[in-house]
């Protein structure tokens, strides 16, 4: 069986686990575990840090960045981007109104409505950031900074879910399970746009 193809089932398999225990309420001891280190990380300069850091996959600077995006590339991999955006979006509201999971209730760093699980900021950040990851691999040529611009992606992906966690508005399961389900559907977007685009080159 192709890489690809074990990746799916294995994202699939994981989110499914973390959902589960999520729902039966077997996660405490990790997400207490977790959260309690980077709650002690916490001092002025984190506070700002992560402040910002989150703001990199709030909704104003998601849709800004995906329309500058939009405007630029014109070839297959802007299908890419929209469709991933906007499954990923509708999968984590939808989502969120299914398990209804509180967010943390105490130590807020900053105001956040609606439920917890799965963690929106970390799928966006995935679906925008994880996209920009893929297309920077395909489109530039010059190593060094290919190495560069996936090392700070990756870096920004990871940060901004933890800046969930150390404002105080996600657990960290909700993080995993946020990652988990969204790298699946961004894998699964690229295939079908490249099955697609394929099929219509012939």
Do not use: W
Not at 15 to 21: A, K
Not at 71 to 97: C, E, M, P, W
């Amino acid at each position: 069986m192709k890489k690809k193809y074990l990746a799916i089932i294995g994202l699939l398999i994981l989110f499914i686990l973390i959902t589960i225990l999520v729902e039966t309420n077997n996660v405490t001891a990790f997400d207490d575990t977790i959260y309690n280190f980077i709650f002690s990380l916490r001092n002025n300069f984190f506070d700002y840090f992560f402040k910002t850091i989150t703001m990199c996959a709030n909704t104003l600077t998601v849709i800004i960045i995906v329309i500058i995006l939009l405007l630029i590339i014109k070839d297959k991999y802007r299908f890419i981007l929209g469709i991933d955006v906007i499954t990923t979006v509708l999968s984590n509201q939808a989502l969120k109104h299914i398990f209804m999971r509180p967010r943390p209730d105490h130590l807020r760093l900053i105001k956040e409505g609606g439920y917890s699980y799965p963690s929106g900021h970390s799928m966006i950040s995935v679906a925008l950031y994880g996209f920009l990851i893929y297309y920077v691999y395909h489109k530039v040529q010059n190593k060094k900074l290919k190495v560069f611009l996936i090392s700070l992606l990756t870096l920004l992906i990871i940060l901004i879910g933890m800046s969930r966690i150390y404002v105080g508005v996600h657990y960290p399961s909700d993080v995993l399970g946020g990652y988990t389900l969204s790298l699946l559907i961004l894998i699964l977007v690229i295939l079908g746009v490249d099955k697609y685009d394929k099929n219509g080159s012939k």
